[in-house]
């Protein structure tokens, strides 16, 4: 690692290095705790844990999990002002390269799961609310304020009917959330599917095809077709240049070439 990068990750990051021992060794066992798979940054208020209510998909490696943002990039931001709450009664099942960005707010109820595939973003200021069962896929991004739910947080009657107010939510692989969206209770998004900003989801679409664009209050499907393309740091950056020089369009087959 170069002086400018371990200048970054200890003074830019915000690393928060009291509360990042604490939480590996209050959850992990020592064996786990020791390569500190969780880091978390800025301003944390950890309101329960206890051990074991963190379970790994992927061998541990130092900050494997992130949580309260880390170093700024141009997806991931950090303000100073949020705080970000963790309160674990249930279980949260992560894989590899998991960030959840600084004023977070993450509760797993008595009895949850979340689980959280590979290469997950949740950008800063964002809700994760799990009481019965969340499952996020791989290569998932959810943007600035937003919130997924698998509740309705108060039981309602209808025509003399009472239903359960929780009701499983998933996210396919590779879904993209825009920023203040609104993902409900019972919400099964195919994958490769996008969320416009400012969109309320609250149905099941798993019979929809994959590359779907979703928009509204409540979301329904507008098109199929495009779909985010997951790239490399360093190609996405000679894509940039490209269009910067003489290109207007480019093909699946130019990029492939980079």
């Known amino acids: 690692m170069t002086l400018n990068k371990l200048y970054r990750f200890f003074f830019r990051s915000h690393l928060n290095y009291i509360k990042t021992i604490y939480f590996n060794f209050r959850v992990f066992p020592l064996r786990t705790a020791i390569k500190f798979p969780i880091f978390l940054f800025g301003k944390v208020d950890l309101y329960h844990i206890e051990k074991g209510c963190i379970q ?3 061998a541990p490696r130092p900050a494997t999990i992130r949580i309260g943002g880390g170093i700024p990039t141009n997806f991931v931001q950090y303000c100073h002002t949020f705080v970000t709450y963790i309160t674990l009664y249930g279980k949260m099942i992560c894989g590899k390269s998991v960030c959840l960005n600084n004023g977070t707010c993450l509760f797993v109820g008595p009895s949850a799961t979340l689980e959280i595939g590979d290469d997950f973003i949740m950008n800063a200021n964002c809700k994760l609310f799990c009481e019965k069962s969340i499952k996020i ?18 039981f309602m009657v209808n025509d003399g009917i009472v239903k359960p107010k929780s009701e499983s939510v998933t996210l396919g692989n590779n879904c993209w ?4 969206v609104t993902i409900s ?4 998004l195919p994958p490769f ?17 994959e590359g ?13 077709g495009p779909r985010r393309l997951i790239l490399s740091k360093e190609t996405e950056q000679r894509i940039e240049q490209l269009f910067k020089n003489v290109h207007s369009t480019l093909t699946i087959e130019d990029i492939t070439k980079l």
């Open 193 to 209: 599917s996008i969320v416009a900003s400012n969109s309320i989801v609250n149905k099941n679409f798993s019979q929809n095809p």
């Open 137 to 154: 896929g791989d290569q998932v991004q959810v943007s600035w304020d937003s919130q997924v739910f698998d509740s309705n947080f108060h």
């Open 177 to 180: 959330v825009g920023n203040r």
């Open 212 to 224: 779907g664009i979703y928009a509204g209050m409540p979301a329904k499907l507008i098109t199929v």
């Open 185 to 188: 209770k019972g919400t099964v």
């Open 56 to 58: 790994l998909t992927c």
